[in-house]
């Protein structure tokens, strides 16, 4: 059992920065995927990005790429969102899941965090 609960969200101006927090606890995420996806309204929730917490490895979608940063503290056992050059596109709630490494899906998930993004 894996519990996960984000935070960081807020509003930013078109051009601005965040950075999303999602601490997770239960378990060992040695062998877990973390990833980060979102949900604009009346849109259907979307791949962000992922990292692998043994390795470090990280995947991104295509609109994010070069912009969003993901990363994980193994300390704090914490996963983060670092988000730069904010669109207004951006604007949504966004949620951090996880995964064992041998699935497919997504068991886990937090409560979500609101980020919008002004123009």
């Known amino acids: 059992q894996v519990q996960l609960v984000e935070s960081g969200g807020g509003l930013v101006q078109a051009g601005g920065s965040l950075k999303l927090s999602c601490a997770a606890s239960?378990?060992?995420?040695?062998?877990?995927?973390l990833g980060w996806f979102r949900q604009a309204p009346g849109k259907e929730r979307e791949f962000v990005a992922s990292?692998?917490?043994?390795?470090?490895?990280?995947y991104y979608t295509d609109s994010v790429q070069g912009r969003f940063t993901v990363s994980r503290d193994n300390a704090k056992n914490t996963v983060y969102l670092q988000m730069n050059s904010l669109k207004p596109e951006d604007t949504a709630v966004y949620y951090c899941?996880?995964?064992?490494?041998?699935?497919?899906?997504?068991?886990?998930w937090g409560q979500g965090t609101q980020v919008t993004v002004s123009s």
């Open positions: 990292i692998s917490w043994s390795g470090g490895s990280t």
């Open positions: 899941a996880a995964r064992r490494v041998a699935t497919t899906g997504y068991a886990y």
């Open positions: 239960g378990r060992t995420l040695s062998m877990y995927i």
